[in-house]
């Protein structure tokens, strides 16, 4: 289980980037600002990152590349030298069946992690009663965040009696939606205000193409224990591995809203609007998201965090039209990025 502290921030709710994958021109390991990305989450001032995720490429699992194991190494090594003064959470990514999941579990484990993001990549032919049993298994090792992936990156549909089964594991301890629809958005919500244990379960939002209105909602809804409210809390977002700092500002200032400790206004609509404009670029979502990945490799390169935007997959890369997408929401939304810090980031770590 996880520390208090740990358990407190998950329940709050904080920012946590899907780690990327540096790369050589040559597709090898860039060790080093593979471990300049994750110091940069860290002085970004994020409360997590999730390595060995979508964003970080699920081929890092196969055998001619292997490097799932070093990837999780290198940024929890990375985290350690930190030597924060706050808590952080080290989630791992596991995917494949359930032996493949217990096995990265028990290694991220090894490498001391505080969860798993449990996928169902490549998983699209198993009944909805084996993944629970595979979620089961792989509870035993580390607690679960549990992940609602989008079926145009590899995810499936999953039934609202799926979650609600789901919400009844016991190491079970947050969930990420990530559908990219609202009505299978809701049947999270509604699953888990549902169950005797909503009140420890953390929902994230992985909604890239609605983060802004995910975490500004309060979610009302009548179950057999009465009225349940329910917030999602934070997000775990491939969008949020780029202009990180900023991402940290407008969760701070979203808390502040809920909390009411500052006003909403309808400023936050068109703020809404704005994020989601910028993810249609660095997602590709007018080619059903085939450049994702890279379009975060752009952005990250154009900032001097990474040398290039190669995937591990040489077929892989920007779809026409693409960087001159990204070109257009950087000029439009000078506020949303974080290219000042990344610079002042630079220079501390060059000197």
């Keep these: 289980m996880l520390t208090a502290d740990k358990q407190a921030l998950l329940l709050r709710g904080t920012v946590i980037p899907a780690h990327p994958l540096a790369l050589e021109k040559d597709r090898t390991l860039d060790e080093y600002h593979q471990r300049l990305l994750t110091r940069y989450y860290l002085a970004a001032g994020v409360g997590g990152i999730a390595v060995g995720v979508h964003t970080t490429q699920f081929a890092i699992r196969d055998p001619a590349i292997k490097l799932f194991e070093r990837v999780l190494a290198l940024a929890a090594e990375e985290v350690e030298q930190a030597e924060l003064k706050r808590p952080m959470l080290k989630i791992a990514g596991v995917t494949g069946a359930t032996d493949q999941a217990c096995r990265e579990a028990k290694l991220a484990k090894q490498l001391g992690y505080d969860l798993v993001l449990l996928s169902t990549n490549g998983l699209g032919d198993w009944s909805e009663s084996a993944l629970l049993e595979r979620a089961q298994a792989v509870g035993e090792v580390l607690p679960l965040f549990g992940f609602y992936l989008q079926p145009a990156v590899g995810g499936r549909v999953l039934s609202r009696s799926f ?189």
């Design 163 to 351: 979650w609600e089964a789901f919400a009844e594991i016991e190491a079970v301890l947050a969930i990420k939606i990530a559908p990219f629809n609202r009505y299978q958005t809701l049947d999270v919500v509604q699953a888990i205000c549902s169950s005797k244990r909503h009140a420890d379960i953390a929902l994230y939002t992985g909604n890239d193409d609605n983060i802004v209105l995910d975490l500004l909602s309060t979610f009302e809804l009548e179950s057999s224990q009465g009225l349940v409210k329910k917030d999602i809390v934070g997000g775990l977002l491939g969008h949020w591995a780029v202009w990180t700092h900023q991402a940290v500002d407008l969760l701070d200032r979203i808390h502040a809203v809920k909390s009411g400790d500052a006003v909403f206004s309808a400023q936050w609509l068109t703020e809404a609007l704005q994020v989601t404009d910028t993810n249609a670029a660095f997602f590709d979502a007018a080619n059903q998201f085939k450049g994702c990945i890279a379009g975060l490799h752009e952005v990250l390169q154009r900032q001097g965090l990474m040398k290039g935007i190669w995937c591990l997959d040489p077929a892989e890369g920007l779809s026409p039209g693409q960087q001159e997408e990204i070109d257009r929401v950087y000029a439009a939304y000078p506020h949303l990025h974080d290219d000042v810090f990344v610079k002042q980031f630079l220079e501390n770590s060059s000197s």
